[in-house]
């Protein structure tokens, strides 16, 4: 309506990256293309999400992807939306997708930054209509060559310039943050503007959660320190209740919940993944980037997850992510019981 298009102090995101005077100038308007290709894409993927059962988009297209996965034709469909987006926008050398085998180099391109993705993450559970959400993390090029090199995409998220999600539910939410000092803020799409508008400011996780989020079918398989520390979950005394569970199998969903009322993630290694299951590039370094530029910690037990050098595009990690406290707990049981990893 005509009143919302006058609304006052409207903060869309490409506002808010153009007088985000913790970027330097340059930087501003290279994130605002950037951005705004993601912006795109994330509405491709939000509409055909919405479009899905209509066009029986549902159900998979038969093929597998590098992880041995079904691939259902919304994956494609986002896969194919963020790539082009991020091509068009030119400022992308380099693209690891969780849909590529191999990163995807830029032809003919003076695109200084490197994306990490994943399009379409949760899809498993599109059909049952659960949230779902896109990741990304975005890397500057740091190869020497006129064209990206796979190298750019193996940096450590201590690296990452900027990261954020799409989640896809009720609303299109979008949380984002560009670098530590700028912290993490979220948009939500305003339809009718085309936009997406600041909805949560400065968000921060708190510091002490109550609600802990594991597949606990894979509890058989656990390490020591992972069973101790989730049986602590479940304890009660010394003032301590048991902590809730919340387990959406989505993790942008999970992640998302995790943001906004505290607690932990996790998607533990275990005896048949000893590398867990969640991947390094576009699952666990960009949003391990959200969690700890909101005031939370992400690690693998052991070691935070921003300061893993991947040595391969679709590399696994374990993950505890989200609150201080908690985070902080679990790596006391990792110490205390060493022969866990
Ligand atoms: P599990 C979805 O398939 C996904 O990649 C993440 O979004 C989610 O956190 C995880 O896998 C769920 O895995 O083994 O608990 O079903």
């Not at 339809?191 to 597949?215: C, Q, R, T, W």
């Not at 509890?219 to 959406?248: D, F, H, L, M, N």
């Amino acid at each position: 309506s005509m009143s919302e298009i006058g609304r006052k102090n409207l903060v869309t995101m490409t506002r808010y990256i153009q007088k985000n005077d913790k970027l330097p100038e340059d930087k501003r308007s290279e994130f605002a293309l950037l951005f705004s290709a993601i912006q795109l894409a994330s509405k491709i993927v939000g509409n055909s999400m919405k479009r899905a059962g209509i066009e029986s988009q549902f159900g998979v297209t038969g093929t597998t992807n590098v992880h041995g996965e079904e691939v259902k034709k919304l994956d494609l469909i986002a896969n194919d939306a963020f790539k082009e987006a991020l091509v068009e926008s030119g400022q992308v050398a380099v693209m690891a997708s969780e849909e590529e085998e191999e990163a995807v180099i830029v032809e003919n391109t003076t695109g200084k930054y490197v994306i990490t993705f994943d399009p379409l993450d949760g899809s498993s559970n599109i059909d049952a209509n659960v949230s779902v959400g896109s990741i990304f993390g975005i890397y500057e090029k740091k190869s020497a060559g006129k064209n990206g090199d796979t190298s750019d995409c193996l940096q450590a998220g201590r690296q990452l310039v900027a990261s954020g999600y799409s989640i896809y539910g009720s609303a299109i939410i979008m949380v984002i943050s560009l670098g530590r000092e700028s912290g993490v803020q979220g948009f939500t799409f305003d339809p009718s503007l085309g936009e997406f508008v600041m909805s949560h400011p400065d968000m921060k996780v708190p510091e002490n959660g109550a609600i802990y989020s594991v597949n606990e079918g894979n509890s058989a398989y656990w390490p020591k320190a992972t069973s101790q520390y989730v049986e602590y979950c479940k304890s009660s005394g010394e003032g301590k209740k048991p902590y809730s569970a919340r387990y959406i199998g989505s993790m942008v969903a999970d992640v998302h919940r995790t943001l906004l009322y505290g607690g932990i993630f996790m998607y533990p290694a275990d005896s048949k993944s000893p590398n867990g299951k969640l991947r390094y590039l576009y699952e666990v370094a960009p949003l391990s980037f959200i969690v700890e530029n909101s005031g939370g910690l992400a690690t693998t037990g052991t070691k935070r997850c921003l300061d893993i050098v991947p040595d391969k595009v679709h590399l696994r990690v374990p993950v505890f992510m989200g609150s201080k406290r908690q985070v902080l707990d679990v790596e006391e049981y990792f110490k205390k019981f060493p022969e866990s990893k």
